[in-house]
């Protein structure tokens, strides 16, 4: 399932979920379906609420993980307009594949692994890279350089949906990126999400609806500027469209 979080255009700033499914989105109430709504009629929304923390992974030399965490509060959703800073020239969108957390845990070994994923989606963290060189310079983990906003969606794919695809943990995940009307870009993305799990686990417990990310792609785009519209893409979990003003 491609599940969803919304608000209708009719009555704004009432939260509603659902699934999307052939280009229509059924609102559900718990399990039960409580009305068919058209796109066009309707706003996407970050598909989860308040993340408890967003962690970004990177991989070490002896091919261990490490981590830093990302401030939650500047998650956005589709179509979000993001400011363009002023005190970088040099922003840039990452992107990577989010794993959202389903359960609390902890120690958590690789044949429990899987039990843990509530879904996946696209996310573009916006970072300034000039000033990111500044504070590594400094010896400082992610700071202001990465308090820019964290794009997410358009939807939470669960896992049982990928499998009727194939499966997810053999994917080959490939992350695309557009700025305006210039080419679209791809390269494919590294994917340890057993191991990001496991490695998350270790120091403290997980908890339900916090977001892993991978190792962000590198796509060699020119930085973003003040009415750019990014469109950012990972096979299988569909286009996440936002702007920079």
């Known amino acids: 399932m491609k599940l969803v979080r ?53 991989p070490l030399a002896d091919g261990g993980l490490a981590y830093e965490f990302l401030n939650p509060t500047i998650l ?11 005190f970088t020239r040099d922003l840039a969108p990452e992107l990577s594949l989010g794993i959202i957390v389903s359960d609390a845990g902890e120690m ?10 509530l879904g996946f989606t696209v996310v573009a963290v916006l970072v300034a ?3 990111r060189e500044e504070e590594r310079k400094l010896g400082l983990g992610p700071g202001r350089s990465s308090d820019i906003g964290i794009v997410v969606g ?13 499966g997810w943990q053999n994917r080959d995940w490939t992350a695309t990126l557009r700025i305006g009307q210039g080419d679209t870009l791809a390269t494919p993305l ?12 270790r120091n403290a417990p997980l908890q339900a609806g916090e977001v892993l990310l991978t190792p962000p ?9 003040p009415a750019d519209h990014v469109v950012a893409g990972i096979a299988g979990l569909g286009d996440l469209h936002f702007s920079v003003i």
Not at 154 to 166: K, N, R, S, V
Not at 190 to 201: C, D, N, V
């Open 76 to 86: 956005r959703g589709p179509l979000a307009e993001i400011d363009a800073p002023d």
């Open 154 to 166: 358009p939807f939470l794919t669960t896992p049982d949906e990928l499998d009727e695809e194939g």
């Open 217 to 225: 792609a590198r796509l060699p785009a020119s930085p973003l500027m």
């Open 190 to 201: 590294t994917a340890p999400i057993i191991e990001m799990l496991i490695t998350a686990s």
């Open 108 to 117: 958590i070994d690789e044949t429990e692994a899987p039990g843990f994923i």
């Open 129 to 131: 890279e000039d000033l």
């Open 6 to 58: 919304f608000d209708l255009t009719a009555s704004p700033g009432q939260v509603r979920s659902g699934i999307y499914y052939d280009n229509r989105i059924y609102e559900t109430n718990g399990n039960q379906p409580v009305g068919i709504h058209d796109l066009s009629k309707l706003t996407l929304l970050a598909p989860l609420g308040s993340p408890p923390s967003v962690r970004r992974f990177s």
